[in-house]
């Protein structure tokens, strides 16, 4: 058998169940010190991994949790860490080992809720929480609680380590938009992160994914694996005109557009629609953006600073103020892509979609729904919202 034969066996199938080992190579602040949020721009070395995406997918990151969090909970359940315990797949692990990689320690699961109830002495006020009408009540009850508060909260309720793991859920990966395109960087992904953190109940609380890239993961590998997302490719037609609506983490696809594009020698226009608190310390890529205006990648960069001014101003706000040259782009075959916040901002800026249509393609109400809903199914509107 040959040498290469021998590499090609020995090598691993990266899978879902298998993730890549990423190297974080970079981890750099993108939001200034006055900023409310931390924004963070990641790079992570995929050198030797064989797979690959496009710019419009997402990978998935498989974090680990907060080995500080993991020893609070061991010590409130008066473990060692060293107990054996199941893992949802695969051979038995350590408590330690469990809790650290293969299940979710912070948001409290119905079936764990429940086992509190039946060993704590006083938890009346859960009980009654948990009746099926009073769903709302519970889950503002909840915001910002976690495992760890119910544990402390109720030391009479005690568990072995197999009982608890078998309260929890899996850990799930964590999708990440790309942010970069693999022809421009053809052994890397990027991501754009705002990275969660907040008190509550007297503790700082941490998203796991996000202060997992932030805080750990320097010296241990990033598995990702890639997750396809075909409704939110870029048109197959190069010369196609898009228009990118991508406030926040959301421009995430759109920087990847534009260095796929210029990649390419695409000659469709670009149009980005951009927002976030302040310019002077939220304007992610704001100088990769004025790069590709002045090389003619990008036809126009359109930018929505929602507290520099008395009056909030967001992305649907500068989308109207445009409306008649973005009504021409449509009826030219422009794509038009929204990236990001689903519940407030894609709800707004399809509202506004709607009515430029109406307005300016000079259409009824029902006429103006019908070309947008055709827009979809012609895959010329594209939504990556979460």
Known sequence: MTTEATATIAAPAYSRANPFPGKLLVNRRLSGPESAKDTRHFEIDLSGWGLSFEAGDSLAVYAMNDPQLVDEIIHALGATGDEQVPRPKGQPTTFREALLRDYGITQPTPKFLKAIIERA???????????????????RYLWGMEVIDFLSEH????????????LLTKLQPRLYSVA?????????????VDVVRYESHGRIRKGVASSFLAER???????????????????????????M??????????????????????KGKNWLFFGSQHEHC??????????????GILTRLDCAWSRDQPQKVYVQHRLMENAAEIWKWLDAGAHFFVC?????????????LRRIVQEHGGKSVDQANEYVEKLKSEKRYKRDVY
């Open 121 to 139: 002495n006083s938890s009346t006020l859960l009980k009654d929480l948990l009746q099926p009408k009073r769903k709302e009540d519970l889950d």
């Open 155 to 166: 030391p009479s309720a005690k568990f072995s380590p197999q009982e608890f793991v078998g």
């Open 180 to 192: 970069s395109s693999l022809r421009a960087y053809p052994e890397q992904v990027h991501f754009i």
């Open 217 to 243: 993961a320097n010296d241990v590998p990033v598995p990702v694996f890639p997750s396809v997302a075909k409704h939110f490719h870029l048109p197959e037609n190069p010369n196609t005109p898009i228009i």
């Open 245 to 266: 609506v991508g406030p926040g983490t959301g421009i995430a696809p759109f920087r990847a557009y534009l260095q796929e594009r210029k990649a390419v020698g695409a």
């Open 282 to 295: 939220d304007f992610a890529y704001g100088d990769e953006f004025e790069a590709f205006k002045k090389e």
């Open 340 to 352: 990001g916040d689903a519940r407030r901002m894609a709800k707004d800026v399809d509202a506004t």
